[in-house]
């Protein structure tokens, strides 16, 4: 296996190269280019920033363009001086269905550590108790799929596999 660092939205590589493409930044403005390195009944999975969350954050900032983004179809956040597009679960659906992709699942993904309060101690330990980890894995699986849980969540996660 290798993994490589490259510009997502000019992949160079032929069509259909990969088996099974995972993208965790910057998915939406290169979905039709991930798609297109995708073998036929290879699956896919991208990481989107979620429309709602983003909205979320910035209310406090300013309201008026927080109910901005929730409305815009066509939307944008800066987070660190990088600039991603906002999706909500069925415009991320829909963008993936238009490419090909039969989408599978749609998975919430949140700053866990900040939701679950698991205490500080416990955070920052280097060896975990692993009847712990798998209570607090098996918590956090259950919930990315929750429809509350993926409106709260920062990112999404669409899993599918080409057609």
Not at 78 to 100: D, F, Q, T
Request: glycine share 6%; with cysteine; proline share 1%.
């Amino acid at each position: 296996m290798r993994i490589l660092e490259c510009d997502i939205c000019n992949l160079d590589f032929d069509d259909e190269s990969f088996d099974f493409v995972l993208c965790w930044n910057g998915a939406a403005e290169a979905a039709k280019e991930l798609v297109r390195v995708t073998k036929k009944g290879g699956k896919i999975s991208l990481y989107l920033v979620n429309r709602c969350r983003g909205a979320i954050d910035l209310f406090i900032e300013d309201s008026a363009l927080a109910l901005e983004l929730i409305k815009s179809r066509s939307s944008y956040v800066k987070n660190h001086e990088e600039v991603y597009k906002v999706v909500s679960e069925p415009e991320g659906r829909k963008l993936l269905e238009a490419e090909g992709i039969k989408v599978l699942g749609t998975y919430a993904v949140c700053g866990w550590m900040d939701v679950l309060h698991i205490q500080e101690k416990v955070q920052n330990s280097h060896d975990w108790d692993e009847q712990f980890f798998m209570q607090t894995a098996e918590m956090v699986l259950r919930l990315s799929g929750e429809p509350s849980v993926k409106g709260m969540s920062r990112h999404l996660v669409l899993y599918g596999e080409k057609m």
